[in-house]
């Protein structure tokens, strides 16, 4: 059985951006689009915002494979660039 979660982003920016690499004349932006597809797809089931936190097991990878981890507030999941840093613990 295939569990896959597809993340819809709603910054039409990044909709647009998706668009002009897919049809491109060309192809010479395809591999970008790719990438751009492939940091919406989780390869879970996760029907809601509820089943992250429910699913101590959760990995997107596994366990021997290198996981960056980026907080998106607002915009759009990166594709390249620094990788994610682990912030500094603040104490109470």
Do not use: C
């Not at 759009?76 to 660039?81: L, S, V």
């Amino acid at each position: 059985m295939v569990r896959l979660t597809f993340l819809f982003p709603k910054d039409k920016k990044f909709h647009e951006e998706l668009k002009e690499k897919v049809f491109n004349d060309f192809g010479s932006e395809a591999e970008e689009a790719v990438k751009m597809i492939k940091s919406l797809i989780i390869s879970d089931l996760l029907r809601t915002n509820a089943n992250f936190l429910q699913r101590e097991d959760f990995r997107p990878l596994p366990a021997d494979a290198n996981l960056a981890v980026w907080y998106v507030n607002k915009g759009r999941p990166p594709t390249e660039g620094e990788g994610y840093k682990k912030p500094r613990r603040i104490r109470q």
